[in-house]
Structure formats: C-alpha cells, structure tokens
C-alpha cells in the first residue's frame, strides 16, 4: 500500500510534528553512557514519529527546545526559527517518579551484570511500569496545553528525567 506525503506521522505531510528537538545542555554534568544513550534513542525516536499539536496551533512542523528554569519545565517551541510559545510546567510532580525512575535504572543496569534474567526482567517491567506512568502524567499536565499521543508523551518523559541529572 503506497503512502502519500499527508499521512499523519509521516515526514512529509503532517504538520503537528516536531522536526528538530534539543536539550539544555547548559545545567548538564557528565552522564553515563546508559543515560547518553537513552537520551540518544528518545530524540531518534522522538523525530523518526510523534505527535505534537500545541493548543491553538495552525501546524508546523515544530523545533522544540526543552530545559528546566525556576524550577519549571519549559517547552520553547519554534516554527523555523521563529518563536511560537513557551509552555511551562511546575517540576514538583514529577519529582518523585522520576526520582524513582533513576532509582529503579540504576537497579536495572547494576542487574544486567550479573542477576539472573527472571530478576532482569521483574526490575524491567517495574522500570516500564514507573516510565508509563510518568509519561501519562506528563500527558495529563499538557493537556489543554499540547496534546501528544502516548509514545510522543513516553519519549518526551525520558528527555525529561536526562534534563533531572545534576550529577
């Protein structure tokens, strides 16, 4: 079955899409190569599919550049390089399952060492469980701001817990 240009998802068509995508790197220490990595696969696979309508909007394709400032989450979204809006989110909800999150990935890379593959994968499905649930809340707090599909919501989840890292 051929695909035309304006299939939602596809790369030619629909405009509720972000094209580009980038970290503050400024407040950024070191990251292991499990975390650089994670951060690596979410934004191949944040391009390669999302979606993303931010509320109010005529289409892009969008540019969006995440950081964190006062203790606030910020979505910078650009058309080209003009600016588009800042949607804001308090951190405070998130603190606590992204500070689970990191500790059930450290579990889950120290167990990758050495435990047997029915622990990896009990500390695996928590890990996803903790991951699913974050992401729905991630979706909860943009709605009426950006909506997202729950993958687009999964991958942005994970950028998010990399912008967390102090060190």
């Known amino acids: 079955m051929a695909h035309s240009d304006d299939t939602p998802g596809s790369a030619g068509g629909d405009p509720f899409r972000l094209i580009d995508i980038t970290l503050d790197e ?90 047997a593959p029915a622990q990896i994968e009990a500390i695996d499905m928590g890990r996803r469980g903790l ?6 809340l991630l979706k909860a707090r943009l709605d009426g701001k950006i909506a997202v599909d729950f993958d687009t919501a999964r991958r942005l989840f994970t950028l998010i817990c990399v912008l967390h890292i102090k060190g």
Request: hydrophobic share 35%; proline share 4%.
């Open 131 to 136: 991951h699913n649930e974050g992401s729905e």
């Open 26 to 115: 400024t407040t950024v220490v070191r990251r292991s190569p499990d975390i650089e990595h994670e951060r690596k696969v979410a934004i191949y696979d944040l391009l390669e599919e999302n979606s993303f309508r931010p509320e109010g909007s005529d289409g892009g394709p969008y540019r969006l550049h995440l950081s964190v400032q006062e203790n606030r989450l910020v979505f910078d979204i650009r058309i080209i390089e003009e600016e588009h809006g800042k949607v804001m989110l308090s951190l405070a909800p998130f603190r606590k399952i992204v500070k689970d999150y990191f500790l059930i990935c450290e579990s889950y890379y120290d167990a990758i060492k050495t435990a």
